[in-house]
Nanobody, 123 residues
Framework: QVQLVESGGGLVQAGGSLRLSCAAS????????MGWFRQAPGAEREFVAA???????YYADSVKGRFTIARDNAKITVYLQMNSLKPEDTAVYYC?????????????????WGQGTQVTVSS
């Protein structure tokens, strides 16, 4: 059982930056693909970014060029650097983990989830 704990959310003005962190409990972390998803009020959960165990990265079109996902296997942590934030980025952001490299954009394929961290971007 992998436990994931997100941190780094908060309130920021449009155009600002935040860095989310997701700390894992399992040292086999390096074998997992990691993803970030978000859910705004009244909306469905959506894919934001993912990184495979080998470091390949994938992004939603809405965040490409603004967000960067990275992992530090030594610290068993994955990060989401968010720049040029927009009010429409406001959501609860969730970290997730899975084995394998398929369906990295599909939340339903992930096995483990964090509790979420709130990101609010004011206009």
């Amino acid at each position: 059982q992998v436990q994931l704990v997100e941190s780094g959310g908060g309130l920021v003005q449009a155009g600002g930056s935040l860095r989310l962190s997701c700390a894992a409990s399992d040292r086999t972390f390096r074998s997992y693909a990691m993803g970030w998803f978000r859910q705004a009020p009244g909306a469905e959960r959506e894919f934001v970014a993912a990184i495979s165990w080998s470091g390949s990265t994938y992004y939603a079109d809405s965040v490409k060029g603004r967000f960067t996902i990275a992992r530090d296997n030594a610290k068993i942590t994955v990060y989401l650097q968010m720049n040029s934030l927009k009010p429409e980025d406001t959501a609860v952001y969730y970290c997730a983990a899975k084995r394998g490299v398929s369906l990295l954009r599909a939340g339903s394929s992930f096995d483990y989830w964090g509790q979420g961290t709130q990101v609010t971007v004011s206009s």
